[in-house]
């Protein structure tokens, strides 16, 4: 099993920044690939970006391309997404998961684990 836990959501302006962390324990040395996914009111949870434990290889979807990073810090465990440029379309329950089996990195089926989510707010 691997626990994960989100932090660092909140309310803030359009054009200002957020620093989503997620915390992993357990069987941590099983996980490929680290994700974090996110689901707006009344919408379906979509790939925001993804990391893989070792090489730190990443991807993005195209919405956050250029204003979203996503970086892991091996030795604690954690896995950040540094959001700048927010925009009101990107308010959504942000969610971190770990996939185990080097799956297709931005279905969320092919994730195993995931954390409870964190809420983030762009006012305009």
């Known amino acids: 099993q691997v626990q994960l836990v989100e932090s660092g959501g909140g309310l803030v302006q359009t054009g200002g920044s957020l620093r989503l962390s997620c915390a992993a324990s357990?069987?941590?040395?099983?996980?490929?690939?680290m994700g974090w996914f996110r689901q707006a009111p009344g919408k379906e949870r979509v790939f925001v970006a993804a990391i893989t434990w070792s090489g730190g290889s990443t991807n993005y979807a195209d919405p956050v391309k250029g204003r979203f990073t996503i970086a892991r810090d091996n030795a604690k465990n954690t896995v950040a997404l540094q959001m700048n440029s927010l925009k009101p379309e990107d308010t959504a329950v942000y969610y971190c998961a770990a996939d185990v089996s080097n799956g297709i990195y931005y279905l969320r089926g092919q994730y195993d684990y995931w954390g409870q989510g964190t809420q983030v707010t762009i006012s305009s």
């Open positions: 357990g069987r941590t040395p099983r996980v490929y690939r």
